[in-house]
Every structure is written in C-alpha cells, then in structure tokens.
C-alpha cells in the first residue's frame, strides 16, 4: 500500500454567497461554478437568532438560489448532481454576536441543533459549518464561558444530526 493512498483524501470547499443574486454583472452564477474543483460549497451565510433558531441573511437569495429560480435548478441540486456536498455555512465575521447567547443555555443549544435539521431536510444540504467567529470575542459579544458553552453547543450539534 502507498503512503498516499493511506492518507485522508483532501477537500477543497468553496464558499457561495447567498447575496451574490443581487449583482447582476457577477460572473458567479450557480451553472457557472467549476464543480469539478470543488468537493464542499459552503452556502453562506445564515445566522443564529436569540430565540435559538437560524435565518438567511438574505431571504430572497436564499428562495432564489435554494428552490432554484426561472426554471433553472436549484445550487444543492446542481452541486448534487456534479458529486459535491453543499453545507449551511452559519455565522461569519458579519453574523456571530448570537452565538454565545444561543450557546448559554440547553434549551437554547438544543432549539439551535433542530433549526440546523431541519434545514437540512428543507434545503437537502449534507451538513452544517459553523463560522463562529469567534467564541469569547468581546467585539462579538463574546463571554469567558463562550469557551465551555461553544463546545456543548457542538456536541449537540453532531448529536442531534
């Protein structure tokens, strides 16, 4: 056996932006993204809410993009189609603050972890990233316990999918 072949097999994620609709000149559309490159596109980006659940930034690029638009197919079922996972990329420099209201409590943790199932059982998506960025920053409204509650807010997190 070769070392290579013993090895993880590397992936190469490319981030999508749900806003990119707005520009009409953009040279990124959903048929135009180079699959055959990528092994991941992350769908960026929603957001915690304080009541635990998650949102789009933007509500109309995630229609248009997520059930396809005009007839074209939608980003997960192009992506599908082309063997590449798409995963709900949540948070951002932009979209952090919540996290570590929403990492405090159980109950909070716990209605996070369903929002991300089910938007994966909505949208088809293969999975969540978390772009927290960054637990315990206090530009953020990061808290010393952000360290303790980010971890249990992971744990059932992989749990709960």
Known sequence: MSVSSM?????????????????????MTCDKI???????????????LLDGTIAGINPTGDSLILYGRMGKPSLVSLAHENKVKVMLSIGGWDDSQNFPAVASTGLLRTTFAHACVEAIRKFDFDGIDIDWEYPGYVEHSGTPSDLVNSTALLEILRDSL
């Open 7 to 27: 090895g993880q097999q590397k992936e190469v994620v490319g981030y999508f932006p749900s806003w990119n609709w707005q520009h009409k000149n953009s040279l």
């Open 34 to 48: 180079p699959f055959k490159k990528l092994t991941i596109i992350d769908y960026a980006f929603w957001h915690p």
